[in-house]
């Protein structure tokens, strides 16, 4: 039965029939006290009380699912959305080509979803760690309530990755969800699973350059697991999907408005040379050559997201028809991928070079490859507006060797056009490529709080529209009314 109604009347709204599924009901009642004790700790530092125009999920119609209103961030309905049941859907790639999509858990791939399922999960509270302490230096209320908005939508994606877990994996399900809300986000002892999410979100570029690419890697990982062949696995992924569009735009518009507000400054100043950075900065905008290195921290760290270029990882998890390609079904291949190969760049014999791999063994760097390309479109749109204002300067993605930790790169010194240093010389240029201690103290110094209605920091261009069509002196987040 596809189920698109929302019970909103128990304690976690969900579209799951909880109402009649006693067992999982309690386990989640239980889980619970934990989930908020834990947003209290670790989601956004202050604010709590405050009232903030949120969007919350109320049905997974794309027509109508949300719903606007001023909510207090710890009242906010984490519910449990699944996207409606295809009938008949039929498991699309792999070994199990063509079979009935499995309802329940298949015995022999229990492990190997669970990690999926764990590791998806992880990412999710983490970023709500990394970025906890932003509120406090927002550059407007309209930015501060999609700060806002990212937070609690992250802990509801979190509450599906914990539904799958407490519904179909018994008790290591269950001690696997208490375990995700115990790991902590570059804590040395208990650190999140993923590299990038054991990084610091310090300052608000680099809060948008998160939600660029590392969101991104999160639309491609959802994607990917949105084909899965365990049904409810890929029905989650579905509708999560719906949500993260708005992470990326934030990501995508906080950049642009960034770049647009530095190049109208420098045009206002009669600043014509982008490497005027001292004179730049004077005017409290973020020279666009500062920009371009976040844009490399973020990007190769969100890079090492992908696992290692060549993975039996990967392979088996393709094989089993747990975890498919960037939109499966619109290849046009046998779907198995039993015979094709798949160039990988390599580090082979001191450089760079392409390789043929048997296609099932590349999929990491398949989807990578899939993701390089979506990112280069908002690096597009970010360059047309510098050239609209006349800067002489385009940004560019680094090379995928470039300060890489995880895969084939991470046993050397690539620079940003892919060129092979050595040790000394890499430590010598390090910081052309990526943020010097003075440029982080910069930026850190325009990190000021601009809580009044319709105002911004000097380094951001208001928005083009406001959310929901509010006009520009809405006040998003009412932080006295608390
Ligand atoms: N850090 O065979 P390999 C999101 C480990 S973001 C640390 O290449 P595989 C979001 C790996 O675990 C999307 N360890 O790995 C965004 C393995 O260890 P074991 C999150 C790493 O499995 C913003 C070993 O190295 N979702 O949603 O092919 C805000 C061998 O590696 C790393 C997913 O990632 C690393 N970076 O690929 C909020 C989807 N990389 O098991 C949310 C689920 C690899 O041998 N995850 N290792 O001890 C997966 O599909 C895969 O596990 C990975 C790794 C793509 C992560």
Same mark, same amino acid.
């Given at each position: 039965?596809?189920?698109?109604?929302?019970?909103?009347?128990?304690?976690?709204?969900?579209?799951?029939?909880?109402?009649?599924?006693? #067992?999982?009901? #309690?386990?989640?009642?239980?889980?619970?006290?934990?989930?908020?004790?834990?947003?209290?700790?670790?989601?956004?530092?202050?604010?709590?009380?405050?009232?903030?125009?949120?969007?919350?999920?109320?049905?997974?119609?794309?027509?109508?699912?949300?719903?606007?209103?001023?909510?207090?961030?710890?009242?906010?309905?984490?519910?449990?959305?699944l996207?409606?049941?295809?009938?008949?859907?039929?498991?699309?790639?792999?070994? /199990?080509?063509?079979?009935?999509?499995?309802q329940?858990?298949?015995?022999?791939?229990?492990?190997m979803?669970?990690?999926?399922?764990?590791?998806?999960?992880?990412?999710?509270?983490?970023?709500?760690?990394?970025?906890?302490?932003?509120?406090?230096?927002?550059?407007?209320?309209?930015?501060?309530?999609?700060?806002?908005?990212?937070?609690?939508?992250?802990?509801?994606?979190?509450?599906?990755m914990?539904?799958?877990l /407490?519904?179909?994996?018994?008790?290591?399900?269950?001690?696997?969800?208490?375990?995700?809300?115990? #790991?902590?986000?570059?804590?040395?002892?208990?650190?999140?699973?993923?590299?990038?999410?054991?990084?610091?979100?310090p300052?608000?570029?680099?809060?948008?350059?998160?939600?660029?690419?590392?969101?991104?890697?999160g639309?491609?990982?959802?994607?990917?697991?949105?084909?899965?062949?365990?049904?409810?696995?890929?029905?989650?992924?579905?509708?999560?999907?719906t949500?993260?569009?708005?992470?990326?735009?934030?990501?995508?518009?906080?950049?642009?408005?960034?770049?647009?507000?530095?190049?109208?400054?420098?045009?206002?100043?009669?600043?014509?040379?982008?490497?005027?950075?001292?004179?730049?900065?004077?005017?409290?905008?973020?020279?666009?050559?500062?920009?371009?290195?976040? !844009?490399?921290?973020?990007?190769?760290?969100?890079?090492?997201?992908?696992?290692?270029?060549?993975?039996?990882?990967?392979?088996? !998890?393709?094989?089993?028809?747990?975890?498919?390609?960037?939109?499966?079904?619109?290849?046009?291949?046998? /779907?198995?991928?039993?015979?094709?190969?798949?160039?990988?760049?390599?580090?082979?014999?001191?450089?760079?070079?392409?390789?043929?791999?048997?296609?099932?063994? !590349?999929?990491?760097?398949?989807?990578?490859?899939?993701?390089?390309?979506?990112?280069?479109?908002?690096?597009?749109?970010w360059?047309?507006?510098?050239?609209?204002?006349?800067?002489?300067?385009?940004?560019?993605?680094?090379?995928? !060797?470039?300060?890489? /930790?995880?895969?084939?790169?991470?046993?050397?010194?690539?620079?940003?056009?892919?060129?092979?240093?050595?040790?000394?010389?890499?430590?010598?240029?390090?910081?052309?490529?990526?943020p010097?201690?003075?440029?982080?103290?910069?930026?850190?110094?325009?990190?000021?709080?601009?809580?009044e209605?319709?105002?911004?920091?000097?380094?951001?261009?208001?928005?083009?529209?406001?959310?929901?069509?509010?006009?520009?002196?809405f006040?998003?987040?009412?932080?006295?009314?608390?």
């Amino acid at each position: 039965m596809s189920m698109i109604a929302v019970d909103y009347d128990g304690l976690i709204p969900n579209n799951v029939g909880l109402g009649h599924d006693v #067992r999982v009901k #309690r386990a989640l009642e239980k889980w619970h006290p934990g989930y908020i004790g834990w947003w209290m700790d670790m989601g956004p530092d202050g604010f709590q009380n405050a009232l903030v125009y949120l969007r919350t999920a109320i049905g997974v119609d794309p027509k109508g699912w949300a719903k606007f209103d001023y909510v207090r961030m710890p009242e906010y309905r984490w519910g449990i959305l699944l996207a409606p049941q295809r009938e008949g859907r039929k498991i699309a790639f792999g070994s /199990h080509k063509g079979e009935d999509a499995w309802q329940e858990v298949p015995g022999e791939y229990r492990a190997m979803l669970r990690r999926l399922i764990v590791i998806q999960g992880d990412t999710e509270p983490a970023s709500v760690e990394q970025q906890r302490h932003l509120g406090k230096t927002a550059p407007s209320l309209y930015d501060l309530r999609n700060l806002f908005q990212v937070n609690v939508e992250e802990g509801r994606h979190l509450w599906a990755m914990v539904y799958l877990l /407490h519904k179909y994996f018994g008790t290591d399900g269950r001690d696997e969800a208490e375990a995700l809300l115990e #790991r902590r986000s570059g804590d040395p002892d208990t650190p999140r699973m993923l590299g990038a999410f054991n990084e610091k979100t310090p300052d608000w570029l680099s809060f948008f350059m998160f939600t660029y690419f590392t969101d991104r890697d999160g639309k491609m990982q959802l994607e990917s697991l949105a084909q899965s062949g365990f049904d409810p696995l890929s029905r989650t992924c579905r509708f999560m999907l719906t949500e993260e569009a708005h992470h990326m735009f934030v990501g995508e518009t906080g950049v642009t408005r960034i770049v647009q507000r530095t190049c109208e400054a420098m045009k206002e100043a009669g600043i014509k040379d982008p490497y005027e950075i001292e004179k730049i900065r004077k005017l409290g905008v973020i020279d666009l050559p500062t920009i371009q290195k976040k !844009a490399n921290l973020h990007f190769s760290l969100t890079l090492d997201l992908f696992g290692n270029e060549i993975s039996t990882n990967a392979a088996n !998890a393709f094989h089993a028809g747990l975890k498919g390609r960037f939109r499966e079904e619109r290849l046009t291949d046998d /779907h198995q991928l039993e015979n094709g190969t798949y160039p990988v760049l390599r580090f082979m014999d001191g450089e760079i070079r392409k390789d043929d791999t048997p296609a099932l063994s !590349a999929l990491n760097m398949r989807l990578r490859d899939d993701y390089v390309a979506d990112c280069q479109l908002g690096v597009d749109r970010w360059n047309k507006v510098i050239a609209e204002i006349g800067i002489p300067f385009e940004l560019k993605l680094p090379h995928v !060797a470039f300060h890489r /930790h995880i895969g084939e790169f991470s046993r050397t010194n690539a620079d940003v056009d892919g060129k092979v240093l050595s040790p000394a010389e890499w430590t010598h240029k390090r910081t052309d490529f990526l943020p010097s201690e003075a440029d982080k103290s910069f930026i850190e110094s325009l990190m000021e709080p601009h809580y009044e209605v319709g105002k911004f920091a000097s380094w951001i261009a208001p928005p083009k529209v406001g959310i929901d069509n509010k006009p520009g002196d809405f006040e998003y987040v009412k932080i006295h009314d608390a």
